[in-house]
């Protein structure tokens, strides 16, 4: 932008200064021609005075004009008679007709001009002759012409500073305008600016620091009331502790015990989350195989009780390591397995698998089940009468490492989601 401003005073001042310097260049060449048409005028006059003075004396007048140069023009005296003292000319070819008549006057030559001026004494009508070569005529022209182009270049390259320094007022705050926008898009919830420029960008800039602290302030909001929901889950939950404890002791006694622990360890990591302002643990390495060995045990009750078959398949030693916190990967992973349990009959069995390849982690939940009546997946919409968060956990997992969700067909015959997660 500040380029284009530039380039538009240059244009601007450029054809301002074409427009002025070219009458002004042809006034400053009529002027020195008339300043030299009206010396030689003056020369002739005074020359005429002379030679009627000297009554047609050609000594007399020759000592007064010389080798016929005056002032740098050539001068000649035609006595009446039809001598010539001074500078001689082709008589034949000019007319003196009128001069001799008693006329003053000019004419144009080849090479310059002539000014004429008649001389009357007791002889008669002498005419004295002025030539003003075109090299007098235009005498000092081209150094006012050299002076009227630096002048004007001057002027053109002042109109561009000044429009360079004036779009720098304009472009500077427009561009801290664009980072800060770009930041505040990245999540950098504290980014405000200086409003500065002209007026209307300085209100721009107003404008954004409260949009910013307005979108500060809902999150913020939005945050607290999900700590709030969530802490208040923890009543209800303690109660639940309370009756299951009543319960004589017994392998459902300890199943339902173990199924509140996670609930509430799931509510606790919700309200961590939500009081979170930033991803603080973004680049922590975590084990693909560990995590899923474990989410997969803890489903693997709950399967069992339903007749699902399962199979879980890791690469031994453990491994791939993904650029996930732990917490995020173990709520993606049991996204994609509750996803099965949600969607597929009792009895229907599935697998789960990772591995790693090209630096890339990929997660598989493979199920024999009826499989995806649509491939898309929109937070909020869910074709099963589910909330449709679930895979949407999933997949802003997968692309906060650069990776992706995928859903398809399984070989089981059934769906398949795959996680791709950036690796270390």
């Known amino acids: 932008m500040r380029r284009r401003l530039s380039l538009v005073a240059l244009a601007v ?122 090299e007098t005529l235009g005498r000092g022209v081209d150094r006012a012409w050299a002076l009227l182009g630096i002048l004007g270049v001057a002027l053109v390259l002042i109109a561009v500073v000044i429009a360079s320094r004036m779009g720098r007022t304009i472009v500077t705050p427009v561009e801290e305008l664009s980072d800060a926008a770009e930041r505040l898009g990245a999540g950098d919830l504290t980014t405000r600016v200086d409003p500065a420029g002209p007026p209307e960008i ?43 404890e009543r319960f004589t002791k017994g392998p459902d006694r300890e199943v339902l015990l173990d199924d509140l622990s996670e609930l509430q360890r799931s509510v606790d990591f919700v309200i961590r989350e939500v009081r979170r302002p930033e991803r603080s643990e973004t680049g922590t390495l975590t084990d693909l195989g560990a995590v899923l060995r474990e989410r997969a045990a803890f489903w693997e009750a709950l399967a069992e009780e339903q007749g699902r078959a399962t199979t879980v398949e890791t690469p031994p030693g453990g491994g791939p390591l993904v650029t996930v916190p732990r917490g995020d990967l173990e709520a993606a992973i049991d996204a994609v397995i509750g996803n099965v349990f949600a969607h597929t009959p009792e009895g229907t069995g599935y697998a789960v698998s990772c591995a790693e390849n090209a630096g890339v982690a990929r997660l598989l939940v493979d199920d024999a089940g009826g499989g995806f009546a649509e491939v898309d997946v929109e937070r909020g919409r869910s074709g099963g009468g589910s909330t449709g968060l679930g895979l949407d956990i999933a997949r802003r997992t997968a692309e906060a490492t650069g990776g992706s969700l995928i859903v398809g067909a399984s070989p089981l015959g059934g769906a398949q989601v795959t996680l791709e997660l950036g690796g270390s």
């Open 13 to 134: 001042a450029g054809l301002i200064v074409i427009a002025f310097s070219i009458p002004l260049g042809i006034l400053v060449a009529e002027l020195a021609r008339d300043r030299a048409l009206a010396g030689a005028e003056r020369d002739a006059q005074l020359l005429a005075v002379v030679t009627t003075s000297a009554r047609g004396d050609p000594a007399r007048i020759n000592d007064v004009i010389g080798s016929g140069d005056l002032n740098g023009n050539k001068v000649t005296v035609v006595l009446a008679d039809g001598r010539l003292i001074g500078a001689p000319f082709d008589i034949d070819g000019e007319d003196l007709s009128e001069v001799q008549a008693g006329a003053t006057g000019r004419r144009d030559l080849p090479d310059g001009e002539a000014v004429y001026a008649p001389a009357l004494d007791e002889t008669g009508i002498s005419v004295i002759r002025v030539f003003v070569s075109d």
């Open 202 to 244: 300085r209100e721009v800039g107003a404008e954004f620091n409260r949009l910013a602290q307005q979108v500060t302030e809902l999150l913020q909001r939005e945050r607290e009331t999900a700590a709030d929901l969530s802490h208040r889950l923890r009543t209800p939950l303690a109660a639940l502790g309370l009756d299951i």
